[in-house]
């Protein structure tokens, strides 16, 4: 199993990559300006879902296949990228009454829930990306390597809603400020309109 220097270790540079500007915090951070708080900690769980399938995945080998095939990355990439065309659409539409801090017509909890979730798995460099930073800390002599992939995982993902959440509160409090003017909602909703145009092209164009 994990030694106790190790996960220390880990959890901190996991924490630092939760810092990091990366898509997933920008969707938080999006959400929460634009409808709160809440909304934002939903998002995160959604995304804390998705991160329990990318460690299932590293665990049992399955990442690998992401890795290995041009077909099967690119396909899971055009997909991730076609539902932030569609969010920043919606985003780009939305008048400033839908986007009212709790109030009125807005995506519901389990649509919030599941917009993480997406936005996660159908990225594959987060799979990739596990599949070559997990290993750097599991130490076969201590262990059934997939066991210690599982608890990691579960590190990372512990690392990633502390430092999301934050983010969530900071940002949802911000937005509740904002949202008190109609006009500063509309330009919210076109940031975030813009914000998942730019994430989806960044994925749709990177690579391995």
Excluded at 20 to 33: E, H, K, M, R
Excluded at 54 to 80: E, R
Excluded at 86 to 106: D, H, K, N, V
Excluded at 163 to 190: C, E, K
Aim: hydrophobic share 55%.
């Amino acid at each position: 199993m994990l030694t106790l220097e190790t996960s220390i270790a880990f959890f901190s540079v996991s924490v630092v990559l939760g810092l990091s500007p990366g898509p997933d915090n920008i969707f938080v951070l999006t959400q929460s300006a634009l409808r709160g708080p809440r909304a934002g900690l939903l998002v995160t769980l959604g995304l804390c879902t998705g991160l329990i399938v990318h460690t299932t995945l590293v665990a049992f080998g399955v990442a690998a296949i992401f890795q290995a095939s041009d077909i099967a990355f690119n396909a899971l990439k055009i997909a991730g990228a076609a539902y932030l065309l569609w969010l920043a659409w919606q985003a780009f539409r939305a008048p400033a009454s839908a986007i009212r801090l709790g109030e009125g017509e807005g995506p519901s909890a389990t649509q919030l829930y599941r917009r993480g979730i997406v936005m996660n798995i159908t990225n594959p460099k987060v799979s990739v990306f596990f599949l070559a930073f997990l290993p750097q800390f599991a130490d076969p002599a201590r262990g059934p390597i997939s066991m210690q992939m599982l608890l990691l995982g579960g590190l990372f993902i512990l690392a990633t809603l502390l430092v999301f959440g934050g983010v969530a509160l900071t940002a949802g409090a911000l937005g509740r400020r904002l949202g008190r003017s109609a006009r500063a909602q509309l330009v919210m909703n076109r940031v975030a309109g813009t914000v998942f145009a730019l994430l989806a092209l960044k994925l749709a164009t990177s690579s391995r």
